[in-house]
């Protein structure tokens, strides 16, 4: 029987078995990693970073001040470990639940708490909930509809392709995403034009009450982009050090022309999938303690406490300053004033027309007169 | 006779329908163990099974292509779009086949569905859970767009759509889902397609109007009442295509003045239709021009929707403008 296709590249066995550096208690499964020391630790300190960050904007929104929030507990590691392979000249494409990729890129907590509580200095003017990115970062705010925003990272790569630019794109995207015609588009295309694209699929076994068996009859996500003719790796999600080295390979295939990746992080939700949600109605408790077992940060403190480059202190001391910084960050932001209601008509056109300038006068009517009448709207 | 809010006048028509009619199916994302992120869908898996409760995969392209191929097969797809700002996915399948088969098949074919989704804003939903797209669907030629205000309505209009043999776009405003509670039959009744329903009567000033902004303009009528003494008709349009102009057209001959209010942006909205078929058929029912009050022409924003979303001050602007003309 005659082969057809290029086995070597389109690996079959990356894409259906996963690769992992540390197994789930941080002990390292085939000899050590060799990467810098300073690398590993601040691979550790950004997933510390979003776990406190994801903690407080969970809490803000029980406080009415945050509309809604998707948790990103537990799925530190695949955002952490795929970005840290990104140049600063590259550009992310993220969907909801990235916190730890947006650190990663230079965001601050304090831009990102300005965006959840649409604060007058909201870098998104209070467009809309859970999406976070900024021009300065290469950050491409997410849309809501998943999965949009794949066939986008890979326009944006064919672009930079066609413009002689040797950057990179990379776009996150869950595991319910992939059955949209979005994934499928722009992995076909990605795949045709050999587009400098990396793929980052975080697949967190549930799309809300969905689970993965629901979304797909493949035996992995990652044997999805064979089909495309796009490598597929599987990776450990929940192993940053696992991550970070798959997602260097991809990017450097990427620069180097020969094209896109798709990596399956296998991860899990240890949250609700948003602050509306009630995971008790669809999945058990058993499985979620199974997966606390092994979450991707005491892995890492393990594996570092072993390797000696953290002590058991100096773990604390990292935790309750970030925690200190974080919560003065919130403090601070809480007492910004809000966004003028005249931000509702802006950004429409580059200039508006003459309807918005109607509707500008008609707002500014209207709130005189709610203040006339005595009537709180919110 | 029971009080229910909308959530579960809707799981009560849903769960009758299917157990009326096995052609009856449900299908969307998170339908099942979930009950639908609204819980509209809350128990059926237990009482229809999986094989009648279906929980998809994420493609909205794929849960209306399907619904439309099991209509053409036979059954009556009850088809959930988790939320209606999701829908554009499947916005090939709607236009090119929902509301075209019967046309290209020559009435061989027809696709009795009901495409049911939560819609519009007021619950901070942002952007991409807040919109009011019907619009879109009213200017497909072959679709009946519903849209209900109470749960005595959602009940007899989710019937009245799943009975339908045209595909129907049924919207639910989703602030209203637990917010307004009525008495509401616990047997089997139907509200008619196509009839609207008067809210209010009223000699001065006719208000048409729909889904969630029913609340806004019987508040502003209060209002104006209290402060000026003018008497306003509210009616609720409730089937927004084909929608109720008898209905219309007698309130017009009494007050001779018309306020539009909906959610949905203002530019070729659906105001837009209402207007003109007023002016080109009844021009001389009226005293003045006819006033929309509406969303404004931008995306849905997180921010200051109460200002966004047409309010009390400005339907009372609105009122102001065609009582003083
Ligand atoms: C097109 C579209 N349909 C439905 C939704 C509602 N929704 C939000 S998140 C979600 C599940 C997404 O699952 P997955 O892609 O696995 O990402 P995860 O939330 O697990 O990170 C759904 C159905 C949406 N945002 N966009
Ligand atoms: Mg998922």
Redesign the interface.
Known sequence: MEVLGRRDILNIDRALGLYRVLDEDGNPVAGEPSLPDKLLLDMYTYMVRARILDGWLLKLQRMGRV??HAPNKGQEAAAVGATLALKREDWLFPSYRELGALLVRGMTEEEILDRAL?TID?PL??????IYGHRKYNIVPA????ANQIPHAVGAALAAKIMGDKIVTMTFFGD??T????FHTGLNFAGVFKAPVVFVNQNNQW????PLK???ASPTIAIKGVAYGVPGIRVDGNDVIAVYTVAMEAVERARSGEGPTLIEAVTYRLGPHTT??DPT??RVEEEVREWERKEPLRRMRRYLISRGLLTEEEDKALWSEWEKRIEETVVKVLEKP??P?E???ED?YEEPPW??RE?MR??R???R??KE?G?E?? | MPVMNMVQALNQALREEMARDPRVVVLGEDVGRRGGVFLVTEGLIDEFGEMRVIDTPLTEMGIIGVAIGMALYGLRPVAEIQFIDFVYEAFDQIVSNMAKIRYRSGGMYSVPMVLRSPCCGGIRGGMHHSQSPEAYFMHTAGLITVMPSTPYDAKGLLKASIRSNDPVIFLEPKSVYRTIKEEVPDRDYTVPLGKARLVREGSDVTIVTWGAMVYQSLEAAKLVEERHGWSVEVIDLRTLFPFDRDAIVESLEKTERLVIVHEAPKTVGPGAEIAAYIAENHIELLRGPIARVTGFDTPFPLAHEKLYMPNIARIYMALKKVMQY
């Open positions: 509309a809604l649409t909201d003017k209070g467009s809309d909930f859970a849309p809501v509809p998943v319910g995403s059955s949209r015609g979005d799309a809300i009450s969905v629901r979304q797909t509306a949600d109605r669809y809000p966004l209601p931000v509702v008509l429409v309807n918005l509707q008609e707002l009517d209207s709130i007169l709610l009448l009537v709207l919110e």
